[in-house]
Each structure stands twice: as structure tokens, then as C-alpha cells.
């Protein structure tokens, strides 16, 4: 069956260091992956995506990799801050007309 | 402009009762989507709508659900009869395309049916 897990339901890490987060799937083939953020009582909000041909993407402090061969992308937040403390969630798209299956997500929290 | 906008925030309900939810989604998109979320099973797609016509709406759960787009600013969800199980925050979505493009996400409207 086909399915999309986020590694661990919460993460914890002290400010300043790099927080990692995985993201699996099995039985799709994206054409393309997408990270998005969600704060508690609000929508989420997107944030990155990256393309089957891409092996990495960068937005200042964020940075995503996507292997297709391992069926994985990472999610690293470098230098993190507690303002980063959030929930991420990864969505794929099955196709190039499919729906944006989501992940449940990490819960990151950063402390002082 | 304002952004995806859901009404109500909070809505409380008994069971069995009927319950609509609106949105109202960016102006120029064409596409909008209705997306339920909990704690077991995370964000679910329920059903989407590109140019106000039903395209997907194989993620409604059950025939107690319906959504309607009447025109391009404007759609609901409506639950009828409502049921305990039911409640989850309901997210409504809308993008520019299906494609590559992201999805901006109202606040979404908690739900919760007594």
C-alpha cells in the first residue's frame, strides 16, 4: 500500500544546533515533494519544494534533500531557533495531476 | 489580500445536527480544496474543485458529506446529520494550479459534535 511517514511524531533539540527531519514513502514515484509548517490554531504554510531531479534545496536557514533511489526526503533547519519550534509536515503529489498526500508530521521543539 | 478565509473559527454542535462550514479562497485561484485534520490520521484530503467544478471527491468519507462551489469566491461543506466522530479541524485550501503550485491554507474551523 502506499504510504508517507515523518520519522518521529516529535523532535526535540537545543537552540542553535541542526534539526533533521525525515520524511519516507513507499509505492509513489513524485514527480516532487513539498515541506510546509504549521503552527498551533493555524493553517499550514508552505515552505520548500523540490523536484525528482533536484538532489537539494536551500532557503536560507532550511535546507531539503530528496532521494529518490532511498525514497526519502530530509529536512534540516541549521542554527535553529525556538521561534522554529513548529510542526512540519511533508506532502508528495503522486503524478503530475494526482492530490498532495500528507504526512503527519514532527513536531519541533527548540528550547533556549 | 487576506488569505484563505474560513468561517466559523470554533463551531460546537450536538450530534445529529446539521453543520456548513465556508470559504472563501484567494481571489485568482482555481483551484480549492476541503482537508480534515486529526491526531490518528493527520491531514486528509476530502475534496477538490478546480473552476467551481468537483474534480476528487473520493476522500468524503460518507454520504453525510457535502460540498458544494457555487462560484469562484465562495464554497461550502456541509455535514448532515452531524456525528461525534466527526469532529477534526477542517482546513480549506487554494492554489493558482494543481501542479507545482503550493496550497495556502485558510486557518481552518475546529469542530467538535457533543
Known amino acids: 500500500s502506499q504510504k508517507i511517514e515523518q520519522n518521529s511524531e516529535a523532535l526535540n533539540i537545543q537552540e542553535g544546533k541542526t534539526a533533521t527531519l525525515t520524511c519516507n514513502y513507499t509505492?509513489?514515484?513524485?514527480?516532487?515533494l513539498q515541506w510546509y509548517r504549521q503552527d498551533p490554531g493555524r493553517g499550514p504554510v508552505f515552505l520548500l519544494l523540490?523536484?525528482?531531479?533536484?538532489k537539494e534545496k536551500r532557503k536560507e536557514r532550511l535546507k531539503v534533500t530528496f532521494d529518490t533511489t532511498l525514497k526519502q526526503s530530509l529536512f534540516h533547519i541549521t542554527a535553529s531557533q525556538p521561534a522554529d519550534s513548529a510542526t512540519y509536515l511533508c506532502?508528495?503529489?503522486?503524478?503530475?495531476?494526482?492530490?498532495?498526500?500528507f504526512g503527519k508530521g514532527t513536531k519541533l521543539s527548540v528550547k533556549p | 489580500d487576506a488569505g484563505v478565509i474560513q468561517s466559523p473559527r470554533h463551531e460546537v454542535t450536538e450530534m445529529g445536527q446539521e453543520v456548513t462550514l465556508r470559504c472563501k479562497p484567494i481571489?485568482?485561484?482555481?483551484?480549492l480544496f476541503w482537508y480534515r485534520q486529526t491526531m490518528m490520521r493527520g491531514l486528509e484530503l476530502l475534496i477538490y474543485?478546480?473552476?467551481?467544478?468537483?474534480?476528487?471527491d473520493s476522500g468524503m468519507p460518507e454520504d453525510r458529506f457535502s460540498a458544494k462551489m457555487p462560484n469562484a469566491s465562495f464554497s461550502t461543506l456541509k455535514i448532515q446529520p452531524s456525528e461525534p466522530r466527526d469532529s477534526a479541524v477542517y482546513f480549506c485550501?487554494?492554489?493558482?494550479?494543481?501542479?507545482?503550485?503550493?496550497?495556502?491554507f485558510g486557518p481552518g474551523t475546529r469542530l467538535t459534535v457533543l
Open positions: 506532502a508528495l503529489r503522486a503524478g503530475s495531476q494526482g492530490n498532495l498526500i
Open positions: 485550501a487554494s492554489s493558482l494550479g494543481l501542479a507545482v503550485d503550493e496550497q495556502f
Open positions: 509505492n509513489y514515484s513524485p514527480a516532487y
Open positions: 523540490i523536484r525528482e531531479n533536484e
Open positions: 481571489s485568482g485561484h482555481d483551484y
Open positions: 474543485f478546480n473552476n467551481n467544478v468537483p474534480i476528487d
